[in-house]
């Protein structure tokens, strides 16, 4: 119960931060299978990125946008994270002008 508010919260919080953004697409709810960090950057496995609004040529990881500041990036890593911990499905909001090298560019997330 106490992990699930915790990433409310910090999903909330990054979703409010981050809605501004324009040009958009909310993906489907899935399960995510694998996270990579490195350092200030964030790769999310298993999601359903089909639809592929930006026309990103790898379809299999999305990044969180590296366009993002450090304080903005760092609430989506941990929000991505912890619904990987949980085993929380989750739908999150890709550019859909933008490719973060050739994957689709993570700026917000849903939690369930």
């Known amino acids: ?17 981050l809605s501004a953004l324009a040009g958009s697409y909310t993906t489907n709810w899935s399960f995510i299978t694998q996270v990579e960090s490195y350092g200030d950057d964030f790769h999310v496995v298993g999601l359903d990125l089909a639809p592929n609004p930006g026309g990103c040529s790898n379809t299999t990881v999305a990044k969180v946008d590296y366009r993002q500041t450090s304080a903005q990036k760092e609430k989506l890593s941990r929000a991505l994270s912890s619904a990987f911990l949980a085993g929380r499905q989750v739908r999150v909001k890709l550019q859909s002008d933008y490719c973060e090298g050739n ?7 849903y939690v369930r």
Do not use: E, Q
């Open 1 to 17: 119960m106490r992990k699930g508010i915790i990433a409310t919260i910090m999903v909330g919080a990054a979703t409010i931060s």
């Open 103 to 109: 994957n689709p560019a993570i700026y917000g997330v």
